[in-house]
């Protein structure tokens, strides 16, 4: 059976739905998966799927594989990812898939793969295209039954929050994603006073891109908290497993800085005083880490290698830039946007503090935006090897990772690989823009002369 080689990326299968796959690779992907966990214990598959065109479509196709492989399918329906990932908890069943391409646009679909040992990546990927393309196939007869999760999501995340005496008025931007159906709703429940932005279900996603990591995707939902006199505001992507932040001010905060004010809250309520990363957050993270004494370390960036991290039971909180947040001091621990939206709110509902408030202490460094760089495929091995020369030749701190990164006392340089595309992503921080400009000259004059 051929199959496109490119859907499968770094963290999960995705591409442009009738274009780089279609319904029959949907049904071939649930043959290939199925010899994947062909050993598992349990014999069931949990089904998801978000709000995009093509997820129903492309969903019942996915279900036809795993049935004709001989396993059953738990079908739950129209969910957001962190849903799919509470029912695997509450189900008890970790095998599951979840049909969704995150914050991409309309065009995009995918797949999101779980098994016994959690999030599915990298070369175990490759294993299930490579039973596709050689045709390892098991066969079988499965059943389907349809579960809805709704009431009980909603209550446990009810049961969960605490809110303070302090009522909040908060604005939510669902980015027409999956999230429409579950995040004013779940708020309401909760007596929040909610202002809703672009919360009806539209799968073309005509206001923006369902992705709040990009500043420009939040304008909107800036101008609503300052028009609305907010505390607070969140924007959520395509599947609701990503968090964006605005304080009351209008200000978009980037997640390394959400993670600050989440320490600065939680320090003094866990035993665990360590976390981790990805390469991409700013060195003042770090710097208020230390503050706190806070362990950490970096992790390769990947919502994947997030999950497999928070596995290993060491910490209660941990994220990444990208906007996966992950608790578990009372929660299990995977990443759930619309939860840490709910723990941001119990905290300011329980405090005259304004989000503002908590960050007015942290030193201010200038960051860039991630820069992608379009290079030749076969130069990009070469661009990071000259860079790490480089980076030796001038003494400077190397971290290997995921790409480089150079870490500086006021700032950092970072070149990786990015893992969706064949582009480099580079991101640089400084004290000064001066400083800043002259790091990312550095650089780019290395990336421009090796990519040949």
């Known amino acids: 059976m051929e199959i496109n080689r490119s859907i499968f990326r770094e963290y999960d299968i995705r591409g442009i739905f009738n274009t780089d796959f279609n319904n029959e690779d949907s049904y071939y992907i649930g043959k290939g998966y199925c010899n994947y966990i062909k050993d598992s214990s349990n014999k069931t598959v949990i089904v998801g799927y978000d709000n995009r065109i093509s997820s129903s479509e492309i969903a019942k196709n996915l279900i036809k594989g795993i049935t004709e492989s001989g396993f059953n399918v738990i079908d739950i329906g129209l969910v957001t990812t962190p849903m799919l990932c509470y029912a695997r908890e509450e189900l008890k069943i970790k095998n599951a898939i979840m049909i969704t391409a995150s914050h991409n646009t309309a065009e995009y679909n995918g797949f999101k793969l779980f098994n016994d040992n959690g999030s599915i990546f990298s070369l175990e990927l490759e294993k299930i295209y490579n039973n596709i393309v050689n045709d390892n196939f098991i066969s079988g007869v499965g059943n389907v039954e349809s579960n809805n999760i709704y009431n009980l999501y909603i209550n446990m995340l009810k049961n969960n929050i605490k809110l303070g005496s302090k009522k909040l008025k908060v604005v939510v931007d669902c980015d027409n994603g999956t999230g429409s159906f579950i995040v004013p709703r779940v708020l309401k429940e909760l007596d929040i006073d909610v202002v809703e932005l672009n919360c009806n279900s539209d799968p073309t996603f005509k206001e923006h891109q369902p992705d709040p990591f990009i500043e420009e995707n939040t304008l909107d939902l800036q101008k609503a908290v300052i028009d609305n006199n907010a505390d607070i505001g969140f924007g959520f992507d395509g599947d609701c497993d990503r968090v964006g932040i605005v304080d009351e001010k209008g200000k978009y905060i980037p997640i390394d800085l959400f993670m600050v004010f989440i320490w600065k809250n939680l320090v003094n309520k866990t035993d665990k005083k360590r976390t981790f990363f990805d390469v991409k957050c700013s060195s003042i993270l770090n710097k208020e880490l230390d503050k706190l004494n806070i362990e950490y370390k970096y992790v390769k960036t990947g919502h994947s290698y ?118 480099l992503t580079t991101r640089f921080e400084a004290s000064t823009n001066e400083l800043l400009e002259q790091r990312k000259s550095e650089i780019l004059t290395i990336i421009e002369k090796e990519n040949t």
Do not use: Q
């Open 306 to 423: 997030l999950k497999k991290e928070m596995d290993t039971g060491l910490y209660d909180f941990a994220g990444e830039l990208s906007g996966h947040i992950c608790f578990k001091d009372r929660y299990y621990g995977y990443d759930d946007g619309l939860y840490a939206a709910l723990r941001t709110i119990e905290i300011l509902s329980s405090t005259d503090n304004t989000f503002s408030n908590y960050l007015s202490d942290v030193k201010k460094l200038i960051t860039s935006p991630e820069i992608k760089i379009e290079v030749k495929e076969d130069s990009r091995e070469r661009i990071l090897s000259a860079i790490e020369d480089y980076a030796i030749s001038k003494g400077y701190n190397i971290l290997k990772i995921d790409g480089i990164r150079i870490n500086f006392n006021d700032g950092f340089i970072l070149v990786r690989s990015s893992g969706t595309s064949s582009s």
